[in-house]
């Protein structure tokens, strides 16, 4: 089993920046990436980002890039996503998920879900 928690989420304006962290435990050897998906109130999840188990590859919704990274910290089983210039329209839950398909852009590619951390941006 892999247990996935998320932080970092809170109340930003516009135009500032937020880095979310996922500290993942259990067992993560088996979980080839890690990604993070967003869902805003009435609207489906949709994929932000998502990671390789080296972090050697990211992957990112074409409408984030350039505004979000992803990075993480295999030492401390950590990945982070780092949003910068947030937009009103950023606001949403964010979560972090593993999985065993690299490149998933689908939420059901991902075994494993976090409970998700509140990111809300003021205008």
């Known amino acids: 089993q892999v247990q996935l928690v998320e932080s970092g989420g809170g109340l930003v304006q516009a135009g500032g920046s937020l880095t979310l962290s996922c500290a993942a435990s259990g067992r993560t050897s088996s979980m080839n990436a890690m990604a993070w998906f967003r869902q805003a109130p009435g609207k489906e999840r949709e994929f932000v980002a998502a990671i390789t188990r080296s972090g050697s590859s990211t992957y990112y919704a074409d409408s984030l890039k350039g505004r979000f990274t992803i990075s993480r910290d295999n030492a401390k089983n950590t990945v982070l996503l780092q949003m910068n210039s947030l937009k009103p329209e950023d606001t949403a839950v964010y979560y972090c998920?593993?999985?065993?398909?690299?490149?998933?852009?689908?939420?059901?590619?991902?075994?494993?879900w976090g409970q998700g951390t509140q990111v809300t941006v003021s205008s």
């Open positions: 998920a593993a999985g065993t398909v690299i490149n998933g852009r689908r939420a059901n590619y991902y075994d494993h």
